[in-house]
Protein backbone atom coordinates (compact mmCIF):
# COMPACT_ATOMS: atom_id res chain seq x y z
CA UNK A 1 0.00 0.00 0.00
CA UNK A 2 1.25 3.70 -0.71
CA UNK A 3 0.74 6.63 0.61
CA UNK A 4 -2.77 7.90 1.02
CA UNK A 5 -4.07 11.25 1.30
CA UNK A 6 -6.60 12.09 4.05
CA UNK A 7 -8.62 14.83 3.32
CA UNK A 8 -9.02 17.05 6.64
CA UNK A 9 -10.04 20.62 4.09
CA UNK A 10 -13.58 20.92 6.53
CA UNK A 11 -11.67 20.65 9.75
CA UNK A 12 -10.81 24.15 11.76
CA UNK A 13 -10.85 25.55 15.24
CA UNK A 14 -14.67 26.58 14.26
CA UNK A 15 -16.06 23.53 12.97
CA UNK A 16 -13.67 21.11 15.28
CA UNK A 17 -17.14 19.81 17.18
CA UNK A 18 -18.92 19.41 14.15
CA UNK A 19 -20.17 15.55 13.15
CA UNK A 20 -17.94 15.09 10.08
CA UNK A 21 -14.77 17.01 11.69
CA UNK A 22 -15.17 14.47 14.64
CA UNK A 23 -15.68 11.54 12.21
CA UNK A 24 -12.25 12.38 10.93
CA UNK A 25 -10.22 13.15 14.04
CA UNK A 26 -11.54 10.33 15.93
CA UNK A 27 -10.02 8.04 13.35
CA UNK A 28 -6.90 9.84 12.73
CA UNK A 29 -6.45 9.91 16.47
CA UNK A 30 -6.01 5.88 16.51
CA UNK A 31 -3.24 6.01 13.48
CA UNK A 32 -0.03 4.18 14.46
CA UNK A 33 3.55 5.35 13.43
CA UNK A 34 3.52 3.38 10.80
CA UNK A 35 -0.02 4.88 9.28
CA UNK A 36 0.98 8.16 10.22
CA UNK A 37 4.17 7.92 8.09
CA UNK A 38 1.88 6.84 4.44
CA UNK A 39 -0.49 9.06 5.75
CA UNK A 40 -0.79 12.85 4.15
CA UNK A 41 -2.92 15.30 5.29
CA UNK A 42 -4.83 17.70 2.96
CA UNK A 43 -5.77 21.12 4.79
CA UNK A 44 -7.20 23.84 3.91
CA UNK A 45 -5.66 27.54 4.72
CA UNK A 46 -7.90 28.73 7.68
CA UNK A 47 -7.47 24.86 9.07
CA UNK A 48 -3.38 24.45 8.76
CA UNK A 49 -2.91 25.80 11.70
CA UNK A 50 -5.12 23.90 13.97
CA UNK A 51 -4.46 20.60 12.07
CA UNK A 52 -0.50 21.24 12.35
CA UNK A 53 -0.49 21.89 16.23
CA UNK A 54 -3.03 18.63 16.34
CA UNK A 55 -1.34 16.30 14.29
CA UNK A 56 2.51 17.24 14.18
CA UNK A 57 3.55 13.80 13.36
CA UNK A 58 1.78 14.00 9.78
CA UNK A 59 2.71 15.00 6.51
CA UNK A 60 0.65 18.35 5.63
CA UNK A 61 -0.37 19.91 2.52
CA UNK A 62 -2.18 23.36 2.81
CA UNK A 63 -5.21 24.32 -0.29
CA UNK A 64 -6.15 27.60 -0.63
CA UNK A 65 -9.72 27.30 -1.89
CA UNK A 66 -10.43 30.85 -1.82
CA UNK A 67 -7.39 32.30 -3.48
CA UNK A 68 -8.66 34.24 -6.18
CA UNK A 69 -11.72 35.99 -6.82
CA UNK A 70 -13.23 33.19 -9.01
CA UNK A 71 -13.19 31.04 -6.00
CA UNK A 72 -15.26 33.35 -4.50
CA UNK A 73 -18.25 34.05 -7.39
CA UNK A 74 -21.68 32.49 -5.20
CA UNK A 75 -22.51 30.60 -7.99
CA UNK A 76 -19.70 29.16 -10.28
CA UNK A 77 -16.99 29.59 -7.36
CA UNK A 78 -17.54 25.83 -6.38
CA UNK A 79 -16.58 24.80 -10.21
CA UNK A 80 -12.94 27.17 -9.76
CA UNK A 81 -12.60 25.37 -6.29
CA UNK A 82 -12.91 22.04 -7.74
CA UNK A 83 -10.41 22.51 -10.11
CA UNK A 84 -7.98 23.56 -7.95
CA UNK A 85 -9.24 20.49 -5.46
CA UNK A 86 -8.28 18.46 -8.20
CA UNK A 87 -5.11 19.96 -9.55
CA UNK A 88 -3.66 20.11 -5.75
CA UNK A 89 -4.52 16.21 -5.25
CA UNK A 90 -3.47 15.44 -8.76
CA UNK A 91 0.28 17.08 -8.13
CA UNK A 92 0.85 14.90 -4.87
CA UNK A 93 2.31 11.81 -5.05
CA UNK A 94 0.26 9.44 -3.07
CA UNK A 95 -1.84 6.36 -4.62
CA UNK A 96 -5.43 6.67 -3.24
CA UNK A 97 -7.68 9.84 -1.37
CA UNK A 98 -9.96 9.36 1.84
CA UNK A 99 -12.76 11.73 1.61
CA UNK A 100 -15.05 11.15 4.53
CA UNK A 101 -17.82 13.64 3.56
CA UNK A 102 -18.43 14.57 -0.48
CA UNK A 103 -20.58 17.81 1.06
CA UNK A 104 -18.07 20.54 0.11
CA UNK A 105 -18.75 20.21 -4.16
CA UNK A 106 -15.07 20.99 -4.70
CA UNK A 107 -14.40 17.25 -3.05
CA UNK A 108 -16.63 15.49 -5.63
CA UNK A 109 -13.91 16.27 -8.45
CA UNK A 110 -12.32 13.11 -10.34
CA UNK A 111 -8.33 12.80 -9.50
CA UNK A 112 -6.20 10.72 -10.47
CA UNK A 113 -5.90 8.39 -7.21
CA UNK A 114 -7.83 5.60 -6.09
CA UNK A 115 -10.73 7.39 -4.10
CA UNK A 116 -12.43 6.21 -1.42
CA UNK A 117 -15.63 8.42 -0.75
CA UNK A 118 -17.91 7.76 2.59
CA UNK A 119 -21.83 8.02 2.55
CA UNK A 120 -23.40 9.03 6.04
CA UNK A 121 -26.68 8.80 4.38
CA UNK A 122 -28.66 10.52 1.43
CA UNK A 123 -31.70 11.72 3.63
CA UNK A 124 -31.78 15.11 1.54
CA UNK A 125 -33.08 13.60 -1.16
CA UNK A 126 -35.80 12.32 0.93
CA UNK A 127 -37.36 15.19 1.93
CA UNK A 128 -37.47 18.75 1.74
CA UNK A 129 -37.90 21.49 -0.97
CA UNK A 130 -37.88 19.83 -4.53
CA UNK A 131 -35.34 22.63 -5.43
CA UNK A 132 -32.80 21.28 -3.09
CA UNK A 133 -33.47 17.73 -3.49
CA UNK A 134 -32.73 17.95 -7.39
CA UNK A 135 -29.58 19.45 -6.50
CA UNK A 136 -28.14 17.65 -4.00
CA UNK A 137 -29.41 13.82 -6.47
CA UNK A 138 -27.28 15.55 -8.98
CA UNK A 139 -24.48 15.99 -6.67
CA UNK A 140 -24.65 12.55 -5.36
CA UNK A 141 -24.57 11.58 -8.79
CA UNK A 142 -21.63 13.04 -9.88
CA UNK A 143 -19.62 11.83 -5.91
CA UNK A 144 -20.68 8.23 -6.93
CA UNK A 145 -19.66 8.16 -10.41
CA UNK A 146 -15.92 9.63 -9.52
CA UNK A 147 -15.38 7.57 -6.40
CA UNK A 148 -13.64 3.97 -6.81
CA UNK A 149 -14.95 3.02 -3.56
CA UNK A 150 -18.17 4.06 -1.74
CA UNK A 151 -17.88 3.69 1.89
CA UNK A 152 -21.52 3.18 3.50
CA UNK A 153 -21.34 3.26 7.33
CA UNK A 154 -24.46 0.45 7.65
CA UNK A 155 -26.39 -2.14 5.91
CA UNK A 156 -29.29 0.92 5.37
CA UNK A 157 -27.46 3.33 3.72
CA UNK A 158 -25.78 0.86 1.67
CA UNK A 159 -29.31 -0.49 0.37
CA UNK A 160 -30.91 3.20 0.16
CA UNK A 161 -28.10 3.60 -2.65
CA UNK A 162 -28.66 1.16 -3.91
CA UNK A 163 -32.66 1.54 -4.34
CA UNK A 164 -32.42 5.45 -5.37
CA UNK A 165 -29.13 5.26 -7.52
CA UNK A 166 -29.56 1.91 -9.22
CA UNK A 167 -27.06 2.91 -11.76
CA UNK A 168 -24.35 2.93 -9.24
CA UNK A 169 -22.00 -0.39 -9.31
CA UNK A 170 -23.03 -2.37 -6.37
CA UNK A 171 -19.91 -4.01 -6.08
CA UNK A 172 -18.08 -0.81 -5.03
CA UNK A 173 -20.28 -0.09 -1.90
CA UNK A 174 -18.70 -1.41 0.76
CA UNK A 175 -20.43 -1.23 4.46
CA UNK A 176 -17.84 -0.34 7.25
CA UNK A 177 -20.17 0.84 10.37
CA UNK A 178 -18.65 3.39 12.44
CA UNK A 179 -17.34 3.38 16.01
CA UNK A 180 -18.29 4.56 18.48
CA UNK A 181 -16.41 6.64 21.07
CA UNK A 182 -16.21 5.78 24.75
CA UNK A 183 -15.74 8.02 27.45
CA UNK A 184 -13.04 6.78 29.80
CA UNK A 185 -14.70 8.51 32.83
CA UNK A 186 -17.66 10.72 34.36
CA UNK A 187 -18.47 13.69 36.02
CA UNK A 188 -21.45 15.19 38.02
CA UNK A 189 -22.78 18.01 36.36
CA UNK A 190 -23.39 21.14 38.28
CA UNK A 191 -26.69 21.70 37.84
CA UNK A 192 -29.41 19.77 40.03
CA UNK A 193 -30.98 16.37 38.18
CA UNK A 194 -34.32 14.63 39.43
CA UNK A 195 -33.44 11.20 41.30
CA UNK A 196 -35.37 9.65 38.60
CA UNK A 197 -34.94 10.27 34.55
CA UNK A 198 -35.98 9.79 31.28
CA UNK A 199 -33.40 10.56 28.86
CA UNK A 200 -33.13 11.79 25.44
CA UNK A 201 -29.64 12.53 23.48
CA UNK A 202 -30.60 14.19 19.97
CA UNK A 203 -31.00 17.21 17.95
CA UNK A 204 -35.01 18.89 18.84
CA UNK A 205 -36.27 18.76 15.19
CA UNK A 206 -38.91 17.01 13.35
CA UNK A 207 -36.40 14.36 12.11
CA UNK A 208 -35.70 13.09 15.48
CA UNK A 209 -39.73 13.16 16.34
CA UNK A 210 -39.28 14.52 19.60
CA UNK A 211 -43.50 15.55 19.99
CA UNK A 212 -43.97 11.76 19.89
CA UNK A 213 -42.18 11.30 23.34
CA UNK A 214 -43.42 14.40 24.68
CA UNK A 215 -47.33 13.65 24.07
CA UNK A 216 -45.83 9.76 25.46
CA UNK A 217 -44.69 11.61 28.72
CA UNK A 218 -47.85 13.83 28.84
CA UNK A 219 -49.70 10.26 28.82
CA UNK A 220 -48.06 8.87 31.88
CA UNK A 221 -49.26 11.22 34.30
CA UNK A 222 -48.43 8.71 37.43
CA UNK A 223 -44.82 7.54 36.93
CA UNK A 224 -42.27 9.05 39.03
CA UNK A 225 -39.60 9.82 36.52
CA UNK A 226 -39.03 13.21 35.32
CA UNK A 227 -37.34 13.76 31.76
CA UNK A 228 -34.07 15.27 31.20
CA UNK A 229 -33.22 16.73 27.57
CA UNK A 230 -29.90 16.84 26.00
CA UNK A 231 -29.82 18.94 22.90
CA UNK A 232 -29.60 22.54 21.73
CA UNK A 233 -33.14 24.54 21.51
CA UNK A 234 -33.13 24.83 17.75
CA UNK A 235 -36.57 26.62 16.84
CA UNK A 236 -38.69 23.69 16.63
CA UNK A 237 -38.53 23.65 20.65
CA UNK A 238 -39.77 27.16 20.36
CA UNK A 239 -42.30 26.93 18.51
CA UNK A 240 -43.53 23.49 18.66
CA UNK A 241 -42.58 22.01 21.67
CA UNK A 242 -42.47 24.66 24.03
CA UNK A 243 -46.43 25.52 23.61
CA UNK A 244 -47.38 21.63 23.82
CA UNK A 245 -45.19 21.83 27.48
CA UNK A 246 -46.91 25.26 28.49
CA UNK A 247 -50.63 23.97 27.24
CA UNK A 248 -50.40 20.45 29.28
CA UNK A 249 -48.79 21.88 32.45
CA UNK A 250 -45.29 19.68 31.72
CA UNK A 251 -42.79 22.36 32.67
CA UNK A 252 -41.74 20.66 36.29
CA UNK A 253 -41.08 17.34 34.73
CA UNK A 254 -38.95 18.30 31.92
CA UNK A 255 -35.32 19.67 32.03
CA UNK A 256 -33.71 20.94 28.91
CA UNK A 257 -29.41 20.73 29.18
CA UNK A 258 -27.23 22.15 26.97
CA UNK A 259 -23.10 22.94 26.88
CA UNK A 260 -22.28 20.20 28.54
CA UNK A 261 -19.04 18.19 28.49
CA UNK A 262 -18.44 14.69 27.46
CA UNK A 263 -17.81 13.16 31.07
CA UNK A 264 -20.94 15.36 31.72
CA UNK A 265 -22.97 13.44 28.80
CA UNK A 266 -21.76 10.13 30.13
CA UNK A 267 -22.86 10.52 34.08
CA UNK A 268 -26.35 11.35 32.34
CA UNK A 269 -26.79 7.88 30.31
CA UNK A 270 -24.63 5.93 33.93
CA UNK A 271 -27.45 7.56 35.92
CA UNK A 272 -30.64 7.10 33.76
CA UNK A 273 -33.45 4.91 34.34
CA UNK A 274 -34.07 4.63 30.28
CA UNK A 275 -33.49 6.64 27.41
CA UNK A 276 -35.22 6.70 24.77
CA UNK A 277 -34.79 7.97 20.35
CA UNK A 278 -38.18 8.12 18.19
CA UNK A 279 -35.78 9.30 15.50
CA UNK A 280 -37.69 8.65 11.31
CA UNK A 281 -34.45 9.45 9.62
CA UNK A 282 -30.80 7.93 11.10
CA UNK A 283 -28.00 6.80 8.96
CA UNK A 284 -26.41 5.07 11.92
CA UNK A 285 -27.93 6.58 15.33
CA UNK A 286 -25.51 6.98 17.91
CA UNK A 287 -26.80 8.17 20.75
CA UNK A 288 -29.04 4.81 21.30
CA UNK A 289 -25.84 3.00 21.20
CA UNK A 290 -23.98 4.71 23.11
CA UNK A 291 -26.95 4.55 26.09
CA UNK A 292 -26.69 0.63 26.05
CA UNK A 293 -23.16 0.82 26.04
CA UNK A 294 -23.33 2.85 29.38
CA UNK A 295 -25.83 -0.06 30.73
CA UNK A 296 -28.98 2.01 30.34
CA UNK A 297 -32.22 0.68 28.99
CA UNK A 298 -33.08 1.44 25.57
CA UNK A 299 -36.45 1.84 23.83
CA UNK A 300 -36.10 2.44 19.89
CA UNK A 301 -37.74 3.00 16.42
CA UNK A 302 -36.62 0.50 14.02
CA UNK A 303 -36.72 3.20 11.33
CA UNK A 304 -34.35 3.77 9.02
CA UNK A 305 -30.88 2.17 9.76
CA UNK A 306 -31.22 2.13 13.81
CA UNK A 307 -32.86 -1.97 13.15
CA UNK A 308 -29.85 -2.46 11.39
CA UNK A 309 -26.98 -0.67 13.59
CA UNK A 310 -29.01 -1.64 16.85
CA UNK A 311 -29.11 -4.99 15.90
CA UNK A 312 -31.89 -6.00 17.71
CA UNK A 313 -30.88 -5.46 21.12
CA UNK A 314 -32.88 -2.99 22.94
CA UNK A 315 -36.00 -2.12 23.49
CA UNK A 316 -38.62 -1.06 20.37
CA UNK A 317 -42.14 0.06 19.71
CA UNK A 318 -43.30 -0.26 16.26
CA UNK A 319 -44.86 2.78 14.83
CA UNK A 320 -42.72 5.91 15.83
CA UNK A 321 -45.58 8.23 16.09
CA UNK A 322 -47.85 6.09 18.29
CA UNK A 323 -47.36 8.19 21.25
CA UNK A 324 -49.74 5.63 22.97
CA UNK A 325 -48.00 2.75 22.32
CA UNK A 326 -44.31 4.22 23.11
CA UNK A 327 -46.37 5.04 26.81
CA UNK A 328 -47.14 1.57 27.06
CA UNK A 329 -43.41 0.20 26.25
CA UNK A 330 -42.13 2.93 28.74
CA UNK A 331 -44.24 1.56 31.20
CA UNK A 332 -43.73 -1.80 30.52
CA UNK A 333 -39.78 -1.31 30.67
CA UNK A 334 -39.76 0.05 34.01
CA UNK A 335 -42.43 -2.13 35.42
CA UNK A 336 -39.95 -5.33 34.06
CA UNK A 337 -36.66 -3.77 34.50
CA UNK A 338 -33.60 -5.57 32.83
CA UNK A 339 -31.66 -7.01 34.83
CA UNK A 340 -28.12 -5.97 35.01
CA UNK A 341 -26.06 -9.00 33.48
CA UNK A 342 -28.95 -8.14 30.31
CA UNK A 343 -27.71 -4.59 30.53
CA UNK A 344 -23.42 -6.00 30.61
CA UNK A 345 -24.22 -8.22 27.86
CA UNK A 346 -25.63 -5.46 25.83
CA UNK A 347 -22.69 -2.90 26.23
CA UNK A 348 -20.66 -5.62 25.51
CA UNK A 349 -21.84 -6.79 22.45
CA UNK A 350 -21.88 -3.21 21.05
CA UNK A 351 -18.57 -1.91 22.52
CA UNK A 352 -17.00 -5.37 20.48
CA UNK A 353 -19.42 -4.37 17.17
CA UNK A 354 -18.19 -0.48 16.97
CA UNK A 355 -14.90 -0.79 18.44
CA UNK A 356 -13.04 2.27 17.02
CA UNK A 357 -9.21 0.49 16.35
CA UNK A 358 -11.73 -2.44 14.37
CA UNK A 359 -13.17 0.56 12.12
CA UNK A 360 -9.82 2.24 11.23
CA UNK A 361 -8.11 -1.86 10.71
CA UNK A 362 -10.93 -2.36 7.90
CA UNK A 363 -11.00 1.42 6.35
CA UNK A 364 -7.23 0.85 5.38
CA UNK A 365 -8.10 -2.72 3.93
CA UNK A 366 -10.17 -0.57 1.65
CA UNK A 367 -7.15 0.76 0.34
CA UNK A 368 -5.12 -2.62 -0.13
CA UNK A 369 -8.11 -4.28 -2.71
Known amino acids: MGKIIFDVTEINEGTRFMS ?13 SEEKAETILLASKDGGGFIADKY ?9 LWKNIWCKLPLFGVFFRSFLYKKTVNSIDADAIFIASDLPG ?12 VIHDIKTIKGGKIKKRIKRFVDLC ?11 ISKYTKSDVERFFPFVNKN ?41 FLKAVNELK ?56 CSVREGFGYTPIEAAIYGCPVISTRCEALGDTTQNKLYYYNSPYDFKELASKINEVLNNYPT ?9 YFLAKYD ?14
Open 56 to 64: PDFEIKIID
Open 172 to 212: KIKVIYNSVNVIPSSKKPSIELPVNYILWVNSIDINKNIMT
Open 20 to 32: IPQYKMRLLDLFT
Open 142 to 152: ISFNNADILMA
Open 356 to 369: RYKQKDEIFKLFEC
Open 106 to 117: YARARVNKRKIS
Open 340 to 348: DKKLKDISE
Open 222 to 277: DIKEEVVIVSKKFPYWYDVCLPYIKEHGLEKRIHVLSGISDEELRYLYEKAKLFIT
